[in-house]
């Protein structure tokens, strides 16, 4: 396999794919924590803080897969990243705005005098939700290639609202594992009520790209292609027909089943995002600059791959614990 | 208008500024909370509990400020800066990676189970997270200080087409000026860390708290100081001489000395002209400066005029910034050894209460001094950063080359918007570090009155999350 046997072949190829990996990762992980800081405005102060302990103990390590992806972005494929931070300054001004708020409001509302707590409850909705639009805006700008005009601003703003929905979604749902009682039929209220913009969204990104990129159009839809990758759609509408009856559903007597609609919610998003990957592979800015030019020399990349395959089975293997640890019913939240 | 280049260098400076704030807090506090935890473990003694109880929120909250800052960043490293790693990033690359892979992970899953753990791991599995929380932040400076001190005395790569490639991966971790900067930084956190703790549980002393935990908290954190200003004072005169060797130019800066010269005067105070190419207002301790930099009165020192182009443009560093921050950081320091000895005659020695007579008004200069170590550790940074200029990697890339082409309208815009954040977060923070301890001191209840949900976890008074 002469690809094998190319450094300057599967070396980028690896990293682009755990770039993806961590950006797949972070997307469920953090997507989590940003939709419960999202859907704060319609919880009351109890549940408040209950939604806050059913992240609190991991919302700072999920955040960091978005420092690896960017980390992996910035080391694998330094042209890359210099060009499309530089065309994203804006959106990206603004979500770090936004993780900054929702960060250091998990801290002060527990630590700042009570008559403020409503402030850095509010701090936390707004930190949440700019997060989350601005990182759907760049979604929607980079599948237009990277580019401002009225019509790709349009998607762009469109595709915010979409995965700042997805967001909620996704968090709606792990609430609804790790909550009971009244609020976790709230949450199954709030995941009923995302569904459909989930759709829309998928829907909407769905079509816009093969419009979009005549290269896409040919990768999806010339034979065969057309038909190796029809699983991928198929199984998402599957699997949003089982959101849809599983949700009503809920919650079930021995609450055996609370898990179904985040792990169906996941598998969503990981083929939303390969179908996506699909699309724009070899390119990592669209239609301009691919992985195997934008990458960095071989042996900076070995070192790099080396250290990752040591450490990343030891990160998950401690991920894992947390999980294990904190795992059922959110309880109360205290210092030792 | 200020152009692109200038208004990024702010942006840069104001981020890092911020962002280091918390890391100098959180690598040495960490340590410290073992220290307590270690403590408790072998005694039982429910103060050392107390202090760890305290001193762990204010880990939490600097560390919250530390990623998001950090986050920042990253970030900018591709807005503002896309040269630098097109030029370098063979070399910044790995080391940053490496820098999330073995640290930024460790340190945030085990912070959940250091801050939430308890009752749900046994007591050694939260002294080991504790313990790894510290190590990782330990190598996260590590890491760090690696990539910046190799910006510094770069070593082990060679130049092809304008890109840096490794050619020895051991000499670019321990380059030339690599193994000083650490040492300088970890201390500078451990007495960051002894003055804070120092002076919020002097603050405490002074409200009337005479509970054992701030106690043992002040003893512990002025003992920390006295044996580590000496250690620090060593240390930062070694990390001159090898700054004499490999950037002459920025010690030239530092003692504001404008001709290479034998008997240079050491400067309390001047006011450099760079238009002029002189000082003004000189006070000098004769010979002052050859005798610290080269141990004798005749050692030569170098001069700024021999680091200028032939067409009269300086390659040097602005001398101002340089000087003046130097000054500060060494003063503070100063500061800091007469106050830390003071405190072993104070804590040890004198019989009196600390709250009475002279007791009391030492108690009150420690809490002027709670936040000394920000100040000497970012006019230290201040004065090795601003010193690199015009470099950003010496001798291989130049600032004005690794700046992005952003509109400057468009950097101003977040600059201003970072600015504001940044201010209101950091007066936020000294306020609820003191907030903190005055609910501690007071014994106010933290719990509100929980509205009551639904069994059975009504069971369990929900406390606000933290």
Known sequence: MAFFSDPGQWLPFTFAGLMGLSILIYVVMDGFDLGVGILFPFASDDEKDRMIASIGPFWDANETWLVLAIGLLLVAFPAAHGTILTALYLPVAIMLVGLILRGVAFEFRAKAPLTQKKHWNTAFFVGSLMTGLSQGFMLGIYIMGLQYTAATVLFALMTAICLALGYAFIGATWLIIKTEQALQAKAIAWAKAGLGGVVGGMAAVSLASPIVSPRIFEKWFAFPNIIWMAPLPLLSLALLIALWVGLRRLPDPDDKKAWLPFAATTALFALAFGGLAYSFYPYVVPEQLTIYEAASAPEALMIILVGTLFVLPMILGYTYLSYRVFGGKATALRYY | MMDTLLLSRIQF?????????????????????????????????????????????????????????????????????????????????????????????????????????????????????????????????????????????????????????????????????????????????????????????????????????????????????????????????????????????????????????????????????????????????????????????????????????????????????????????????????????????????????????????????????????????????????????????????????????????????????????????????????????????????????????????SAVPLAPAE
């Open chain 2, 13 to 457: 400076g104001a981020n890092i500024s911020f962002h280091i704030l918390f890391p100098t807090i959180t690598i040495a506090l960490g340590w410290v909370l073992l220290f307590f935890r270690l403590r408790y473990g072998a005694t039982g003694q429910e103060k050392w509990m107390d202090a760890y109880k305290f001193w762990v929120k204010v880990f939490a909250l600097s560390f919250a400020l530390g990623v998001v800052s950090g986050i920042t960043m990253s970030f900018q490293f591709g807005t503002n800066w896309p040269g630098f790693m097109e030029t370098v990033g063979n070399i910044a690359g790995p080391l940053l990676a490496y820098e999330v892979l073995t640290a930024f992970f460790l340190e945030a899953v085990f912070l959940g189970i250091m801050l939430f753990g308890t009752g749900k791991v046994p007591g050694w599995l939260h002294t080991l997270a504790t313990f790894l929380v510290a190590f990782g932040t330990t190598l996260s400076a590590f890491w760090i200080l690696v990539l910046n001190s190799w910006m510094h005395t770069p070593a082990g790569v060679e130049m092809r087409d304008g890109v840096a490639f490794a050619t020895d991966w051991l000499a670019i971790i321990f380059n030339p000026s690599m193994p000083y900067r650490l040492t300088h930084m970890l201390v500078a956190s451990g007495l960051t860390v002894s003055f804070l703790i120092a002076g919020v549980s002097a603050c405490r002393a002074l409200w009337g708290d005479k509970s054992n935990g701030v106690r043992i908290a002040l003893k512990s954190a002025i003992a920390i100081a006295a044996v580590l200003i000496p250690i620090q004072i060593f240390v930062g005169d070694q990390h001159g001489l090898n700054t004499l060797e490999y950037q002459p130019a920025k010690v030239a800066a530092m003692e504001a000395n404008w001709e290479t010269q034998s008997n240079v005067p050491l400067l309390l105070f001047a006011l450099p002209d760079e238009e002029a190419r002189e000082n003004r207002f000189e006070v000098a301790i004769p010979n002052g400066a050859s005798i610290i930099l080269k141990h004798k009165p005749s050692g030569v020192v170098p001069g700024l005029n021999d680091f200028v182009a032939e067409d009269g443009t300086p390659l040097h560093p602005p001398v101002s910034p340089v000087f003046w921050s130097f000054r500060i950081m060494v003063g503070t320091g100063l500061g800091m050894l007469a106050l830390s000895w003071a405190g072993v005659w104070f804590l040890w020695r004198r019989k009196a209460p600390l709250t009475e007579g002279l007791g009391k008004w030492y108690l009150r200069g420690l809490v002027a001094m709670t936040f000394s170590g920000w100040l000497a550790t970012l006019a230290g940074w201040y004065t090795t950063e601003i010193g690199r200029q015009p470099w950003l990697v010496t001798g291989l890339l130049t600032t004005k080359d690794a700046v992005s082409d952003v509109a400057a309208g468009m950097v101003a815009s977040t600059l201003i918007a970072y600015l504001l954040i940044y201010a209101a977060l950091t007066a936020l923070y000294i306020y609820v570090v003191f907030f903190l301890a005055r609910r501690a001191t007071t014994g106010e209840p933290i719990v509100r009155e929980e509205p009551k949900s639904e069994a059975p976890l």
